[in-house]
């Protein structure tokens, strides 16, 4: 039998927690494959992409910083990759890469499959303009959210993302400084990488909650403390970490690439004991 090579690629990657959820997934549906993390500094990554695909590679999972670099060397991308012009996911095809995008489903089937929370009709605020506010921005249009108020460091980035939504009625950017004025949302998305660095604080005003809002972190582990730590003493009514969304895009790649998707319960249960529990939903 022959055994289908995978791999997830980034820098840094020694922390992923993409082999043990890719292991778990053909363990459970019996597919024979192998996953390895493969460390790829941007400016090494299209190398070692060229020489995983001659070594009989199928599939890849990018994580930061590839994700856009690897959008540019596909030789065919799905709608939501196009959109996002970033990938987590490859699939060797005869004529080279396909390249799709499967931050936003996870992040929706997180959100409303396992924690059953309804994202319809929330004001929403959104932290950050990078790829995975790319990816996750036009689902929860999609998702019926009332609004999409979108903040970065960069505000041109944030122009641009709303820019290219194309939704004016829902989304709008503003400025990170104006947050004060902004009102309060019912979901607020914290889609930026700052948590990543060292003795970082969110420094968010308290107003921006109200009773019902739903915070959600993209980040899982250390790097979601700083902005769930805020949403607690905002005293949010529910704060969930990016752990399940992690496990849920998955999924999604392992679908695209086997056909079959894996059941996503057991594997988040396990990584949910060995995460620290960031999750409060009522
Ligand atoms: P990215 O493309 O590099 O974008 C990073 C974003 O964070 C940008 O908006 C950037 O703002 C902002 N940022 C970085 N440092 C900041 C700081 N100190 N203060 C304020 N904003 C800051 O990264 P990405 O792919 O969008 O990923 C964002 C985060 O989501 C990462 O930490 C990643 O691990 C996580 N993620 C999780 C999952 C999951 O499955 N759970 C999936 C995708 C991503 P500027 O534009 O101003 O630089």
């Known amino acids: 039998m022959t055994i289908e090579r995978f791999a997830v690629f980034g820098h840094p990657i020694t922390h992923s927690?993409?082999?043990?959820?890719?292991?778990?997934?053909?363990?459970?549906?019996?597919?024979?494959?192998?996953?390895?993390?493969?460390?790829?500094?941007?400016?090494?990554?299209?190398?070692?992409?060229?020489?995983?695909?001659?070594?009989?590679?199928r599939g890849v999972n990018l994580t930061l910083p590839l994700k856009e670099i690897a959008f540019g060397l596909c030789s065919r991308t799905g709608p939501r990759a196009q959109f996002a012009k970033a990938v987590n996911t490859l699939k060797c095809e005869d004529d080279g890469w396909y390249g799709d995008n499967t931050d936003g489903s996870g992040l929706i089937r997180d959100l409303t499959g396992r924690q059953l929370l309804d994202l319809r009709g929330r004001r929403t605020l959104l932290l950050g303009a990078g790829g995975a506010a790319h990816g996750i921005a036009p689902v929860l249009l999609d998702a019926g959210v009332l609004e999409l108020v979108i903040v970065n460091r960069t505000p041109a980035r944030a122009d641009a993302l709303m820019d290219a939504l194309g939704d004016p009625a829902r989304a709008h950017s503003r400025y990170w400084d104006d947050?004060?004025?902004?009102?309060?949302?019912?979901?607020?998305?914290?889609?930026?990488?700052?948590?990543?660095?060292?003795?970082?604080?969110?420094?968010?005003?308290l107003g921006l909650c109200n009773r019902m809002t739903l915070a959600v972190d993209l980040n899982y582990g250390e790097a979601a403390i700083p902005f769930l730590a805020w949403a607690r003493s905002a005293e949010c009514r529910n704060v969930v970490d990016g752990l399940g969304m992690l496990v849920e895009q998955a999924a999604d790649s392992f679908e695209l690439w086997h056909g079959v998707r894996p059941e996503t319960d057991p594997?988040?249960?396990?990584l949910r004991q060995h995460n620290a529990l960031l999750v409060t939903v009522d």
Not at 193 to 202: C, I, M, Q, T
Not at 267 to 270: A, F, K, S
């Open 17 to 57: 927690l993409s082999p043990h959820i890719y292991k778990a997934f053909a363990e459970q549906t019996g597919i024979a494959m192998e996953y390895t993390a493969i460390d790829a500094p941007a400016p090494d990554f299209p190398a070692l992409l060229e020489r995983f695909a001659a070594e009989g590679g």
């Open 179 to 205: 947050l004060d004025s902004q009102g309060d949302f019912e979901l607020i998305i914290n889609a930026t990488s700052a948590g990543r660095g060292e003795g970082v604080e969110f420094d968010l005003p």
């Open 267 to 270: 594997v988040y249960d396990i």
